[in-house]
């Protein structure tokens, strides 16, 4: 290539004094087109330009300034130019009194100064060029399709002079070499920039994430921090309002989180996700202030698609420490705490810390397992009797998830981790209905008197909506009534962390005709109170009150009250985890009728169920002997 050609004449040098003015020109224009068409940098083409000029011309110094859309002056080359004076003019604005490139940019057209020391347009600037030897200096404005200036060529000279022919035909050659390396340049640019923002935000996207993640690689520890955010509505905004506003509350949230993290960069990385680089260190420093800052803009209702909407949104955050193998890890981690935090409550932050990597990927893999056992059919319904307490006779059932691993059977309270997926959890109730519904046809056809079937449904199976259809289906392929099924919502799911989307579907459910009972009652926050606004049909008393009966004890007294409330308000009352007959007498004592536990029995198989129904079934000793015997 021309830019590697010895600087002296030689007989390889394209520029030797046989050549006439076209070969020379030529020669030039070749090696220039050549560097922009294999792809070469815009800095490095224009480098290589000055460089070849200055051989041909040795009495010229070359520069080339870009001129941005402000008005303002960047070097781009001056190979030969002294780095202080190139620093100097870098940021300077163009203008009627700008020196030569200044001026040549502001008037678009070429600016002949014979002698800076005189030239007015140099008053300002003559005390930077001429302690360099700089003593002339004509340039020309360079200009892109639409006569915007983009750039300037210029020419300095050791003495006071202007141009020759020969250099106004070097120039104007150089100019559209220039012009072309810049616009090409622009292209590229633009198809990066394309590639590298999100269209519909106009932030930038994960290809862009990744490529600035790349960048920190090998940053001091405490450096650099990084934020994934989701934003919690928008697949219900979509459903409710459309794409449109779906649209639209993206493009606010983008603005509010980019406004509210600056100088941090904002990127779009997924339908509803974004993330944050935080570098500045006032803001890692502090990364709760930051997140507050950011659900704080969020939380102002905004106008999309021509509905009231506001942002809702949930954070996890990590900080680069000295625990961290390298960005990959800073990464996991910020997504480990976005996933705690979705757990623990959407609309928070949660910050990374020791130990949650280890509760998180112990969590994994109990949804790992949980999904297998799906997968391969190793999922089991056991049921637990509820009995009256006078008779000792069997009233209902409680169904409870059993996970079959070889030989062994695992209790849902070793994978209950595992529920906190929200498909995990959907999949798992719709497989028990499946096996409650098989069950109780199983049961009603031979003939068994029977009342009801707990099922246990989660957060998840709420907030989804979809849990009382499922229900039907499951009923219905099996020909079961829906009124032998009653779906049990802990305590803590019924409180619904402040989502009242959860109660809304108890309601919905109930509408429906669907018995809902409260299981695990007094182990949180639900009061009497909550039940009348959100009523359900059964209490299950938790095994915590049934622990600490004692007489005039106080739970005695708590159990005693609810019962007369709940009687009055027509919910029945069942009592967990009875032990002793001295539970099942202070139980009774004290007006409690229905109860479970395993002084009565523990939860067991199909198998083991349906032979206790047939034994202690309410009504069942009205059949003949020979006729339960028979069964089965």
Not at 334 to 343: P, Q, S, V
Not at 414 to 433: G, I, N, P, Y
Request: hydrophobic share 45%.
């Amino acid at each position: 290539m021309i830019g590697s050609v010895s600087m002296g004449v030689s007989a390889t040098d394209p520029y030797h004094e046989g050549d006439d003015t076209v070969t020379v020109l030529l020669h030039l224009q070749n090696a220039i087109l050549k560097m922009i068409a294999t792809g070469a940098g815009l800095a490095s083409t224009c480098t290589t330009l000055c460089a070849e000029v200055e051989r041909i011309l040795p009495e010229v110094i070359c520069s080339v300034l870009a001129v941005d859309l402000a008005g303002l002056l960047h070097p781009l080359s001056g190979p030969s130019l002294p780095e202080v004076y190139s620093q100097a003019l870098d940021g300077m604005s163009v203008g009627p009194l700008a020196g030569s490139c200044g001026t040549a940019a502001y008037l678009k057209t070429d600016i002949t100064v014979v002698d800076i020391e005189t030239d007015a347009r140099w008053a300002q600037f003559r005390h930077l060029a001429l302690p360099h030897g700089l003593r002339a200096c004509w340039s020309s404005p360079i200009c892109d399709a639409d006569g915007r200036v983009i750039a300037t060529f210029a020419f300095y000279y050791r003495s006071a002079r202007g141009p020759t022919t020969f250099e106004r035909e070097v120039v104007a050659n150089c100019v559209h070499l220039t012009q072309i390396a810049i616009e090409r340049h622009e292209r590229v640019l633009q198809h990066q920039r394309r590639a590298f923002t999100d269209a519909l935000t106009g932030c930038p996207n994960r290809a862009a994430y990744h490529a600035a993640l790349s960048k920190l690689e090998g940053a001091a520890v405490g450096s650099w921090a990084l934020f994934v955010l989701d934003l919690d509505n928008l697949k219900v905004v979509n459903d409710t309002f459309g794409h449109r506003a779906g649209d639209e509350l993206l493009q606010v949230a983008s603005d509010r989180i980019s406004a509210a993290v600056s100088p941090g960069r904002t990127f779009r990385v997924g339908g509803d996700e974004f993330t944050v680089i935080l570098q500045a260190p006032e803001a890692f420093c502090d990364l709760e202030k930051i997140a507050a800052e950011v659900l704080g803009a969020l939380s102002v209702a905004a106008d999309c698609g021509g509905h009231s909407i506001v942002p809702r949104a949930t954070i996890g955050g990590a900080t680069f420490s000295s625990d961290d193998a390298g960005i990959e890890s800073v990464r996991q981690n910020a997504d480990f705490a976005l996933y705690h935090a979705k757990e623990t409550g959407r609309g928070g932050f949660v910050r990374y810390w020791a130990g949650l990597r280890s509760n998180m990927t112990r969590r994994m893999g109990a949804i790992r397992d949980l999904s297998a056992a799906l997968r391969e059919d190793r999922i089991e319904a056991h049921y637990q009797p509820i009995f009256r307490l006078d008779t000792r006779e069997i009233v209902g059932l409680e169904a409870l998830c059993r996970m079959r691993i070889g030989d062994n059977l695992v209790s849902a309270a070793s994978f209950h981790e595992a529920t906190a997926d929200a498909q995990v959890a959907t999949s798992l109730t719709a497989r028990m209905m499946a096996l409650v519904a098989a069950d109780l046809r199983r049961w009603l056809d031979m003939g068994i008197p029977f009342q009801h079937v707990g099922i246990n449904v989660s957060s998840a199976d709420l907030s989804g909506g979809a849990v009382g259809q499922v229900l039907a289906a499951a009923l219905e392929r099996e020909r079961v009534p829906l009124d032998h099924v009653i779906l049990e919502v802990t305590e803590t799911v019924y409180m619904g962390r402040g989502d009242q989307a959860i109660q809304q579907a108890i309601r919905a459910l109930r509408a429906d005709g669907i018995r809902v009972a409260l299981d695990d009652f007094g182990t949180g926050f639900a009061s009497l109170t909550h039940l009348l606004t959100v009523p359900v049909d059964v209490i299950k008393i938790d095994k915590l009150f049934v622990d600490h009966l004692e007489p005039d004890g106080v739970s005695v007294t708590i159990v005693e009250g609810l019962i007369r409330t709940a009687k009055k308000m027509g919910i029945r009352i069942v009592a967990e985890g009875i032990e002793t007959e001295e539970q099942v007498e202070q139980l009774r004592a004290i007006g409690c009728a229905l109860g479970q536990g395993y002084i009565f029995s523990p939860a067991a198989n199909r198998d083991t169920t349906t032979a206790l129904l047939l034994e202690h079934a309410q009504g069942i000793a009205q059949w003949p002997i020979a006729t339960r015997s028979g069964v089965g």
